[in-house]
């Protein structure tokens, strides 16, 4: 291994989660949080499928974004003002959320399309600089365009029920999509091997928090005697 080789990879080993990064796991963690909110409301067993259902397009939001970041490592200008929309775009996840599997669907949708374009302007962005990466970019351009426009459609049918079977189109393309271009991803585009788990760790670290945070709140207008405390416990 040469001294250009060995530089280049104690730099991916030294790769952390930026401050911008973790502002904006701190706005998915409020959607989460919503989608708590609601799972407590209505602990059944068709309220953990709503649950379910929300967090899967929630999920792919926040992992499409940490794919990318991971893989391209870009901090300049023109990515952190997508990183700032996608962060407005997942506050409006958060704002619809409550009853996004009702009246507020459309918003859900709209806004859940709104990360995932621009996302695909992050790859066409990738595309145009990165020569050797075009051929990954344009696949997931090709996949993640279609989610998006079907996400986007979406909102606009009248049929509710027609509504939701778009969605689980939608995001079985943005799911099958990485899975199809996997080989090439790992390949061309590998995610860093020291930021990916750091961030995805630091996420889990804060929901975690949140969820504590939460747990205290419930808990803080309570008498203590041994037999809330025994409940507690």
Known sequence: MN???????KEEKERHATWLELFYDLVFVVVVSQLSQNLNHDISLSGLL???????PVWLAWIGATFFATRFDTDDLGHRILTLLQMMAAAA????VPDA???TSAGFALS???????LVIEYFRVGRHISSARPLTKRYLIG????????????FVPSTSLRFILWGIG?????????LVGRLAIKSAPP?????PERIGLFVIIVLGESILGVVMGLAGHEWNIYSTLSVG
């Open 3 to 9: 001294e250009s080789n060995r530089e280049e990879r």
């Open 50 to 56: 709503s649950f379910i259902a929300l967090f899967i």
């Open 93 to 96: 996840m958060a704002v619809n």
């Open 101 to 103: 599997l009702g009246k």
């Open 112 to 118: 859940y399309a709104a990360i995932r374009f621009i």
């Open 144 to 155: 993640f365009t279609s989610a998006a426009v079907i996400w986007t459609v979406s909102a």
């Open 171 to 179: 995001s079985a393309i943005d799911f099958g999509t990485p899975l």
């Open 192 to 196: 860093n091997i020291s930021h990916l």
